[in-house]
């Protein structure tokens, strides 16, 4: 299929407001400042690129033809330059894709991503992970891979203070990490063009092969993922949410996929492909649409 090239695309034309709220209350937590210190300090940035240069294997347009080539053209429809190192790992038993480095970065893909997605579901799922390079917030994603140890040392080193500023921003850190997945889902759509390819390439991450898929199976989840989506979830016991949040690396596709089908009813994601993709939207003109003051990561969905 024939997709547009969105040249100049800006990533807060498409940004999730739940995604632009959360990270606002990220960055005004308490002590958000020193375990950023902490992270250059020990150049925590290095060594994640090191762990993936020299355990896994970088694909090329020779050796991997069918992810060099979908990774080409996300870049390319999305924006981003220069394009991004991309390595190949094992397999894990469901499909498994990440992306570190603030100032080189790099996305890594595994077996399952590579067996299980077809050339188009690649372009989505490589979109969702540009998307994070594209927005330029990738110190805190790889604030959140180390988070758990970062918390430990802090907690040794300042008699336990530290332990407990940080665990009000680990609460702050994965509420962001998984409402960022809503922008990134939308770069995905962006990248694909097809709310057919996302739908299948996001049931496909919940860990549905491909031999599973069928009309029945895709009505029946598109109608599970619509009253999700209508579901209001402003009473949910804070407890839940604090569970969920620290589980950040549970899918919540149906979540998900619920949320980028009301984008795509609401009619922006086709204003936005059918206009030129530098212009502002309406969140961008209206302050209103920052979120209100005050707008908490405990009490907001």
């Not at 033809?65 to 996300?74: G, N």
């Not at 907690?155 to 500023?165: D, K, R």
């Not at 919540?252 to 994601?269: A, F, P």
Request: aromatic letters at 8%; glycine letters at 6%; hydrophobic letters at 40%.
């Amino acid at each position: 299929m024939t997709r547009k090239i969105l040249t100049g695309l800006n990533s807060k034309t498409y940004e999730h407001p739940f995604d632009r709220q959360a990270l606002g209350s990220l960055q005004k937590m308490p002590g958000i400042s020193p375990i950023l210190k902490k992270i250059n300090e020990y150049s925590i940035d290095r060594l994640l690129r090191l762990q993936s240069l020299g355990s896994e294997i970088r694909v090329t347009n020779r050796n991997f033809p069918k992810l060099y080539q979908a990774l080409a053209e996300t870049c390319k429809i999305l924006d981003v330059s220069p394009l991004p190192e991309l390595y190949f790992f094992r397999g894990t038993g469901y499909i498994q894709t990440y992306v570190v480095g603030v100032d080189k970065p790099l996305i890594g893909v595994n077996l399952e991503a590579m067996e299980w997605l077809n050339p188009d579901e690649l372009v989505y799922v490589l979109g969702s992970e540009v998307a994070r390079i594209k927005s330029q917030h990738m110190i805190y994603h790889q604030m959140a891979i180390v988070m758990p140890a970062l918390k430990n040392l802090l907690s040794s080193t300042t008699l336990g203070l530290g332990g407990l500023v940080a665990s009000g921003i680990e609460l702050a850190l994965y509420n962001w990490v998984m409402m960022a997945k809503l922008t990134a889902d939308r770069a995905g759509l962006l990248a694909c063009q097809d709310i057919n390819i996302a739908t299948t390439a996001l049931m496909k991450l919940a860990g549905l092969p491909d031999e599973y898929l069928n009309n029945d199976v895709i009505e029946d989840f598109l109608i599970q993922s619509r009253e999700f989506a209508a579901n209001s979830f402003d009473n949910l016991d804070q407890v839940t949410k604090i569970l969920s949040y620290t589980e950040y690396r549970l899918s919540w596709i149906v979540m998900r996929t619920g949320e980028l089908l009301k984008w795509v009813d609401s009619g922006d994601y086709d204003d936005l492909i059918r206009e030129d993709a530098n212009l502002n939207t309406p969140e961008d003109n209206n302050p209103e649409a920052e979120g209100k003051e005050g707008w908490n990561f405990m009490s907001s969905w």
